[in-house]
């Protein structure tokens, strides 16, 4: 399955290579028809042949465009063309043509205006950065103009309108381009922007293309939050030309704001299932901005607002003066309306982009093709590189790619014509006809660095019983493990009691469930010290009694692998329930819950990392050397586990760490695994390199990811790795690693990490796997 997923990655990124999918240009449908006739309507027609819906570009259908009924007037401005998109659409460009009918028709729109509706009724005329409203037009009948938005329109229904100097016939056919606005966001209401005085020179850090009503406060509308344009560092300068200074972004002082936060509501376009908000703020803490302190948000799903709100600390950062996205996780919460209080952390707060994602805004539209290729008579040096546009915002102090690059990119232009070969200790490209005959060679057992390398059919893949990852261990330790029994005992089920749901999967679920009478079931060498009588917590993994076949074995085979497992920093098997369906599970859970949770609860650093009893830095490095140790235990087995993360870290008391598996299967934290058409699922933000590209799982792969669970403790995961770039681009920075020329991106320091600590980290994201420490050496230097 796994040599599946990655021709199927491949292919995806052969998709976006040929598709340019980060940029939002794609054609909505007037010329590929996927707007229906009668979706396109007009003001009036000239005759039924040049009705509205004869008004596609590249059409030469009836008599070969729309035509409005009577001359346009300079000062007579009624005749529109209109194109209902059925639902929100970020438009970015729209292209325009006349009527040429074979030579026949010379009308065409010298210049005309657009209108745009989100909801049919109200209707805002648009206006480019500098305030105008009139675009440039034809020159003639045949050529096709196309014109960016600046600011781009999101909309449902749009309107061409042409604009004369003098008296004259026109008729247009038309196109839009843009992609599907899966943010929902329908309008925000906040308080006007302010105006900073710098020495010299003020700073306008107002919404200079709000599009709704702006009196004492914004409302209705959309504008500068949402127009894909991410601010810079130095919120003083602007990627928009001939702009004051402040432009890109929008800023709030504390002087203007007693309660000490600004409130911002976003209303949607239907009730959503929220995953996350993503703000993009500036932090130039000596100018006295900073990222906001923390959020409270409340969530509105039919008429009423839910009485307890979500609060979001993010880490406050005086080191590093990078504007950033600061992600908060809005927990599945189903809302048609946000309302989110953002709290002060300096004099001023400034904002340049909020995008929301939510159900299927996630994963289903990113990998959908686009409906058709590119624009028509486009060149390509057309392709204006934008930094961040189509709701997949970069930082703009890193210069990435447009869009993802296959591995083998530099090895020639038809990059589908190659694909990796990975022989033992040897990674190239190869020409695509040759692949098959190569891979077959990877079967070979031992690498020159001495540790094995497993073809795909020797790694017995556990994977998928009950949805959540586990152990893949070599077919040959499994030879050793099958002589021996089961070494843990049958519990009884009813003296189980559910709690709690902690996550499903397709064949089974997890509870987390109180247990009696468990002392008496645990074997004598795993000591618990806790009385005879007292309750137990533990975590039941169930397998659902209609799983097929296939899926009862592989569960009962990963009883066998972890009943094995003894070691104080790995979750015990405690029992099982096989005798009856469904079969289970029992192993053991810690108060804490898992430490991804855990760590987020607290705050890191000031007055409320001492109010929260926030664990120190030697603390987290404790911990982190539990986590090291339990994995040399695994790795001294052959073991690998293949998804390492915080979320997969349980906490007991004192800081104890173990390590369990079933984060996968929590929807919790669904947004950090990477979907392959709803199917594989994949935590690619902590896969090296080669698993993403190779399907490769080694312990050294176990080591990478050890590095970003380290990343995670030390920023108290506030933060998703990698949160600023989109799956894509984390697909394609791996890529980079593959090609190392030193454009791939490494996560950061943490503001609190000693140098120390991140050199550990580095050593794990070592390009040859050679090359990056064991985990007893990473234990060791933990320890120290
Ligand atoms: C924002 O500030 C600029 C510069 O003063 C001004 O020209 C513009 O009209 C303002 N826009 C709004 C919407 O207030
Ligand atoms: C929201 O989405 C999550 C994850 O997909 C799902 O588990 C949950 O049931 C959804 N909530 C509702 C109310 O549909
Ligand atoms: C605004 O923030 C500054 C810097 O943190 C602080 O000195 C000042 O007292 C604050 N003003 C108000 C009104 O809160
Ligand atoms: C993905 O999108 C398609 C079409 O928009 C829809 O029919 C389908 O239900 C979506 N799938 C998921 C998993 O949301
Ligand atoms: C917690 O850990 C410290 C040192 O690691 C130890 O001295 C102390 O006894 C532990 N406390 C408990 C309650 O286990």
Not at 121 to 129: E, M, P, V
Not at 212 to 233: F, R
Not at 599 to 607: A, F, I, N, T, Y
Request: net charge negative.
């Amino acid at each position: 399955s796994l040599q599946r997923f990655w021709m199927l990655l491949i292919y995806f990124l052969l998709i976006y290579d040929s598709h340019n999918m980060s940029v939002c240009r794609y054609p909505l449908g007037m010329s590929g028809g996927q707007i229906q006739d009668e979706d396109i309507s007009a003001s009036s027609q000239w005759s039924e042949s040049t009705a509205a819906r004869y008004g596609r570009l590249d059409f030469e259908e009836g008599d070969g465009a729309w035509c409005p009924e009577i001359t346009v007037e300079p000062d007579n401005l009624k005749e529109f063309l209109q194109i209902d998109l059925r639902s929100l659409y970020f438009i970015t460009l729209v292209g325009t043509q006349g009527r040429h009918a074979g030579g026949i028709g010379n009308e065409f729109a010298q210049m005309y205006k657009i209108k745009y509706s989100r909801d049919g009724s109200r209707w805002i005329s648009w206006r480019n950065r500098q305030g105008k409203q009139v675009i440039e037009g034809n020159r003639n009948a045949y050529d096709i103009v196309l014109k960016d938005l600046e600011p781009p329109i999101i909309a449902r229904f749009v309107r061409f309108m042409p604009v004369t100097d003098h008296s004259m016939n026109v008729c247009m056919r038309v196109e839009l381009y843009g992609c599907e606005w899966l943010d929902g966001l329908v309008s925000y209401n906040a308080p006007v922007g302010g105006q900073m005085k710098l020495p010299g020179f003020p700073v306008y850090v107002n919404d200079s293309v709000y599009d709704g009503a702006v009196i004492h406060s914004m409302t209705e509308g959309l504008g500068q939050l949402t127009d894909g344009v991410c601010g810079l560092d130095d919120f003083i300068h602007s990627h928009v030309y001939n702009v004051w200074p402040g432009y890109d972004y929008v800023g709030w002082s504390n002087e203007s704001f007693p309660g000490g936060y600004v409130e911002i509501m976003f209303e949607f376009d239907r009730t959503r299932n929220f995953t996350s908000m993503k703000i993009h703020c500036n932090n130039m803490f000596s100018w006295h901005v900073k990222v906001f302190r923390q959020v409270v948000c409340y969530f509105r799903s039919e008429s009423d607002w839910e009485p307890s709100p979500l609060f979001f600390s993010p880490v406050v950062d005086e080191k590093n003066p990078s504007a950033r996205f600061v992600t908060v996780n809005l927990a599945n919460h189903m809302a048609s309306a946000i309302k989110c209080q953002f709290y002060f952390a300096d004099a001023w707060m400034l904002f340049s982009e909020i995008t929301f994602q939510s159900d299927t805004a996630m994963y289903n539209t990113t990998l959908a093709p686009p409906k058709t290729g590119l624009p028509p008579n486009t060149q390509p040096g057309q392709w204006r590189p934008t930094l961040c546009r189509g709701r997949h915002c970069k930082p703009a102090r890193r210069d990435w790619q447009q869009h993802v690059r296959h591995p083998c990119a530099d090895h020639g232009p038809a990059t589908n014509q190659w694909t990796i070969i990975d022989t033992p200790g040897l990674l190239h490209c190869v020409p695509a006809s040759s692949s098959t005959a190569a891979s077959k060679s990877t079967t070979t057992s031992v690498g020159q660095d001495g540790v094995p390398h497993y073809a795909e059919a020797d790694i017995v893949n556990l994977q998928g019983v009950t949805g959540s990852n586990t152990y893949a261990i070599p077919a040959l330790t499994m030879d050793l493990l099958s002589g021996k029994d089961v070494a843990v005992e049958e519990f009884p089920r009813k003296l189980l009691t559910f709690k709690e749901k902690l996550g499903e999967g397709q064949f089974g679920e997890v509870h987390l469930c109180e247990a009696e009478g468990m002392q008496e079931f645990i074997n004598k060498e795993f000591l618990f010290d806790i009385p005879e009588d007292q309750l137990v917590l533990v975590a039941v993994k169930m397998l659902r009694s209609d799983a097929n076949k296939n899926a009862r074995n592989d569960f009962l085979k990963e009883i066998k692998i972890m009943s094995r497992l003894k070691d104080p920093n790995i979750i015990r098997l405690l029992a099982v329930c096989i005798y009856s369906d469904p079969l289970c599970m029992i192993t053991e859970y810690m108060e804490n819950g898992d430490l991804n949770q855990f760590l987020s609860r607290h705050e890191p650093e000031g007055q409320l990392a001492l109010l929260s009893n926030a664990p120190t830095v030697s603390n987290l490095c404790y911990m982190a050397a539990q986590i090291a140790s339990g994995m040399k235990y695994l790795s001294s087995l052959n073991f690998v586990h293949r998804d390492l993360a915080t979320r997969n870290c349980l906490v007991g008391k004192n800081y104890t760490i173990k390590i369990a598996d079933f984060g996968m299967s929590r929807n919790l934290y669904s947004g950090d695994y990477y979907r392959i058409q709803g199917r594989a699922v994949l935590p690619i933000r902590w896969m090296s390199w080669e698993s993403i590209l190779l399907g490769k799982f080694t312990t050294a792969s176990d080591v990478w990811a050890f590095g970003v669970t380290l990343w995670e403790i030390l920023n108290f995961c506030k933060e998703q790795p990698y949160s600023q770039l989109t799956d894509e681009q984390v697909i394609e920075n791996t890529g980079e690693f593959f090609r190392d020329q030193k454009r791939q991106i490494y996560l950061p320091q943490p503001v609190l990490c000693p140098d120390s600590l991140y050199k550990v980290m580095l050593g794990c994201w070592r390009r040859n796997t050679k090359e990056r420490p064991s985990f007893q050496e990473i234990h060791r230097a933990l320890l120290e």
